[in-house]
């Protein structure tokens, strides 16, 4: 019998405080509320935008940064991408993916404190990590499936094991992306033909791809319109990232912004600024 969703949200969000967090070790004797499939996942993240301050009052703010990491990061679980994968007309994926604005007015907005995360020496709360890296580590911020995936990530990795971080990995890691990176030959890129092989697929979007960039890129938007610094800098975080690639579509976001002359807190100006010019991390 498929769970209900009352059933799903205790699953994620009614757990106790542990290091490391619940989703971190193995969960054997537990029955997987989402083993029904994509459409599952897809379901319940729609269903936990429509009044996600009301169905996750119960919980600390910490549960529910707990809870929204497992739910977004998909090095915790595959309901991101199973959202993605999900069997549903191209319309309703993106007044979902539109709706993701609730999660941030109505439970980031309210619970978070209100101070950017950038910069800061000190990580400011768990609900304000996940609320600004929210865009970094979800898959729904890129809609584009890349052609030649392995061969990109093997030519950059092949530029990675040259710098000091490819010098501090196992040896048996590096032994084996070697052996992986010498079976491309001629087709290894340069830097320089990755982006430019990216920046190819991303000018030839289809008419669906396209949509749930612009879907995506409005919730960020709405952001930069709420009150809390953190919402806020989420918003910025996640068109920064889409300005090398898709300026056209974050470039006059930022701008817009920019130029209500934005008064509060002093970095968030900044971190605009850096936004508008490509340059986040």
């Given at each position: 019998?498929?769970?209900?969703?009352?059933?799903?949200?205790?699953?994620?969000?009614?757990?106790?405080?542990?290091?490391?967090?619940?989703?971190?070790?193995?969960?054997?004797?537990?029955?997987?509320?989402?083993?029904?499939?994509?459409?599952?996942?897809?379901?319940?993240?729609?269903?936990?935008?429509?009044?996600?301050?009301?169905?996750?009052?119960?919980?600390?703010?910490?549960?529910?940064?707990?809870?929204?990491?497992?739910?977004?990061?998909?090095?915790?679980?595959?309901?991101?991408?199973?959202?993605?994968?999900?069997?549903?007309?191209?319309?309703?994926?993106?007044?979902?993916?539109?709706?993701?604005?609730?999660?941030?007015?109505?439970?980031?907005?309210?619970?978070?404190?209100?101070?950017?995360?950038?910069?800061?020496?000190?990580?400011?709360?768990?609900?304000?990590?996940?609320?600004?890296?929210?865009?970094?580590?979800?898959?729904?911020?890129?809609?584009?499936?890349?052609?030649?995936?392995?061969e990109l990530s093997l030519s950059f990795l092949g530029d990675v094991l040259d710098t000091d971080i490819g010098?501090?990995?196992?040896?048996?890691?590096?032994?084996?992306?070697?052996?992986?990176?010498?079976?491309?030959?001629?087709?290894?890129?340069?830097?320089?033909?990755?982006?430019?092989?990216?920046?190819?697929?991303?000018?030839?979007?289809?008419?669906?791809?396209?949509?749930?960039?612009?879907?995506?890129?409005?919730?960020?938007?709405?952001?930069?319109?709420?009150?809390?610094?953190?919402?806020?800098?989420?918003?910025?975080?996640?068109?920064?990232?889409?300005?090398?690639?898709?300026?056209?579509?974050?470039?006059?976001?930022?701008?817009?912004?920019?130029?209500?002359?934005?008064?509060?807190?002093?970095?968030?100006?900044?971190?605009?600024?850096?936004?508008?010019?490509?340059?986040?991390?």
């Amino acid at each position: 019998m498929p769970s209900t969703y009352a059933e799903q949200l205790r699953f994620i969000f009614d757990r106790p405080l542990t290091q490391p967090a619940w989703y971190d070790t193995a969960r054997p004797e537990e029955e997987d509320p989402f083993a029904e499939g994509p459409l599952a996942a897809f379901e319940y993240i729609e269903r936990l935008c429509l009044q996600p301050k009301t169905d996750l009052a119960p919980y600390s703010d910490e549960q529910i940064a707990q809870g929204l990491d497992f739910i977004f990061n998909n090095c915790f679980s595959n309901l991101s991408i199973d959202f993605k994968e999900a069997p549903v007309p191209p319309a309703r994926r993106e007044q979902a993916l539109r709706k993701l604005f609730v999660l941030f007015r109505d439970v980031f907005q309210p619970r978070c404190l209100p101070e950017p995360s950038a910069g800061s020496a000190q990580r400011v709360s768990a609900l304000n990590s996940v609320c600004y890296m929210f865009w970094d580590v979800c898959p729904l911020s890129t809609w584009l499936s890349f052609d030649n995936t392995q061969e990109l990530s093997l030519s950059f990795l092949g530029d990675v094991l040259d710098t000091d971080i490819g010098a501090n990995l196992p040896e048996e890691v590096k032994a084996m992306l070697r052996q992986q990176i010498a079976g491309l030959g001629d087709r290894k890129k340069s830097a320089e033909e990755i982006v430019g092989d990216v920046r190819q697929q991303y000018a030839n979007l289809d008419a669906n791809t396209k949509a749930c960039y612009q879907a995506i890129a409005y919730v960020m938007e709405q952001c930069l319109a709420l009150d809390n610094p953190a919402c806020v800098e989420s918003g910025l975080h996640g068109l920064g990232h889409m300005m090398p690639f898709l300026p056209e579509l974050a470039g006059p976001k930022i701008d817009r912004y920019l130029q209500r002359k934005p008064k509060g807190h002093p970095a968030l100006l900044r971190y605009a600024q850096a936004a508008r010019s490509g340059m986040i991390q």
